[in-house]
């Protein structure tokens, strides 16, 4: 017969040794064990806008006309779903100068259809106050989510429409405030400004706002004067902080009855407080946001180990068969 090769089984005790420990690592798998590691989750306050200016139809969903807050709670239902289990979200709303908080952060998988349902259930009618001040409510909220164990991120949904308007000079800044706090202010509406839709305390619609309706200048500048003819006030020689100055803060004098997007305002609001800006254009945009870096934190986490242990079981049990089917050269005569 012609020297070759020939297949042979691995030795006895080799096999015997693999068996054993794929039988070890099987029992250990049915104790249910965990190993630490670290994931990347998201713990985030979502705050929204329930003020009226909120009502405008300027988006669309399915190709038909939407309200910014309809467009928002659409994107919000998209986004819930990209969030990675183990994350956190908490709804709260806002209105004349105060955010409120709906409920504490819980967990999006095991709460999905409750996370669903209760913003849903937010609309126009939750607003207590006609007013709008975007940059306090910004605050109350940033005071709410320091106040809540893990601190969790600020998300604020706004058109950044302020009313009554401010007057650049004495605008409430609160810099400094928020230190180590992420969070992300999220622009909803077209820039193009429209009318601002009324409703009553249940919601029925009662038409648009007027102008003579709306408050069209900030308070400080209306029936201000010197108390002599004539004279001018000290704050008035400065035009870069006269009335017209409001336009930088978005303001629109004499149009405040009409609402856009104030997207140059909520970027200021965003830099001062160190968060980032997002103008929502699509849901999976505003996914992706949510899940952004700046927003991300690594949490340590027990993962369930019991997938390692059953793999190195069933290559164990494998093992004796590939060594049996190795090449072997046969001795010579």
């Known amino acids: 017969m012609k020297p070759g090769r020939h297949w042979r089984w691995a030795p006895g005790f080799g096999e015997r040794g693999a068996l054993a420990l794929a039988a070890l690592a099987l029992a250990a798998g ?56 183990g994350s956190k979200i908490a709804w709260a709303v806002f209105t004349e100068s105060r955010s409120y908080l709906l409920f504490t952060p819980i967990e999006v998988c095991s709460n999905r259809a409750e996370l669903r349902a ?73 820039v193009q400004a429209s009318p601002i839709p009324k409703t009553g305390p249940a919601g029925q619609s009662l038409g648009y706002w007027s102008a003579d309706e709306v408050q069209q200048v900030d308070a400080f500048s209306i029936g201000r004067g010197a108390s002599a003819g004539g004279e001018s006030m000290l704050e008035d020689a400065d035009d870069t902080l006269s009335p017209g100055a409001a336009v930088s803060l978005g303001g629109t004098p004499g149009s405040e009855h009409l609402s856009g997007l104030r997207e140059a305002y909520l970027r200021l609001l965003a830099v001062e407080n160190g968060f980032g800006f997002h103008r929502l254009r699509s849901a999976q945009g505003f996914a992706d946001a949510l899940r952004g870096d700046a927003l991300a934190r690594q949490v340590a986490v027990r993962g369930d180990a019991r997938i390692l242990l059953f793999g190195l079981a069933f290559v164990l049990l494998l093992a004796p068969y590939a060594l049996a089917l190795r090449p072997r050269r046969r001795a010579p005569r």
């Open 30 to 85: 049915f104790l249910h064990p965990t190993l630490p590691w670290q994931r990347t989750l998201f713990e985030q306050v979502i705050v929204l806008d329930v003020t009226q200016s909120m009502n405008v139809q300027d988006e669309r969903l399915d190709g038909r006309p939407a309200s910014r807050l309809n467009f928002a709670k659409h994107a919000l239902q998209a986004a819930l779903q990209e969030l990675p289990c």
């Open 118 to 190: 209760s913003l849903m259930g937010i609309d126009g009618r939750m607003a207590w106050s006609g007013n709008s001040e975007i940059a306090k409510a910004l605050h109350s909220g940033v005071t709410i989510v320091q106040a809540l164990p893990a601190t969790p991120s600020l998300v604020f949904v706004t058109d950044g429409h302020e009313a009554p308007p401010l007057n650049a000079r004495h605008r409430p800044r609160y810099e400094d405030q928020n230190k180590g706090l992420t969070g992300l202010v999220v622009g909803v509406g077209q």
